[in-house]
């Protein structure tokens, strides 16, 4: 197993705990940690898809990642 599959694992592990804590209401969609797991996430398989030039995935988790990172400075915003 490559170095980059091993990131893609542990990009994809990030998502879905992401989701399961978001779904038993353990996180909120608004939270700094939800969306930074998602971004992380997002990072991770990115490098992963780079790697074995997948571009559909690399695009995608690419957005993914813009959402994630617009929804961080978002909610810090509104802190203020």
């Known amino acids: 197993m490559s170095n980059f599959e091993i990131i893609g694992w ?32 997002a990072i991770c398989l990115i490098a992963s898809a780079y790697s074995s ?10 957005v993914w990642m813009c959402i994630g990172i617009t929804a961080i400075i978002t909610i810090l915003k509104k802190r203020k």
Do not use: H
């Open 53 to 62: 030039k997948d571009r559909p995935n690399l695009f995608t988790n690419l």
């Open 10 to 41: 542990l990009g994809s592990a990030s998502y879905l705990i992401s989701y399961f804590l978001l779904s038993i209401n353990k996180l909120k969609s608004n939270s700094v940690t939800y969306q930074l797991m998602n971004v992380i996430g």
